[in-house]
């Protein structure tokens, strides 16, 4: 029986979005634990500035000056102190 630990279910969505096919695996062959970093959110931050496609959507002007930062595949482990 596996365990996860995320201190927000938005590092296992985050997670799922910028890694599927490694999450998908994860999830279906694991019975160990898995840890999901906070480093998943970073893409919920960069659809954030690019704008989420309102029309009038206030501040675009202030969102669009900001560089994305790259994201990186999500950071899941599994097993026990395994990465």
């Given at each position: 029986m596996g365990g996860v630990y995320a201190e927000d279910e938005m590092d296992i969505a985050g997670a799922f979005l910028t890694n599927r096919e490694d999450f998908k695996d994860m999830v279906t062959k694991s019975d160990g634990?898995?840890?999901f970093l906070s480093d998943n959110q970073q893409i919920f931050d960069n659809i954030y500035q690019t704008g989420l496609g309102f029309r009038n959507e206030i501040g675009i002007e202030e969102k669009r000056l900001r560089k994305p930062v790259?994201?990186?595949?999500?950071?899941?482990?599994?097993?026990a102190g395994s990465q």
């Open positions: 634990f898995m840890q790259e994201t990186k595949p999500s950071q899941i482990w599994k097993g």
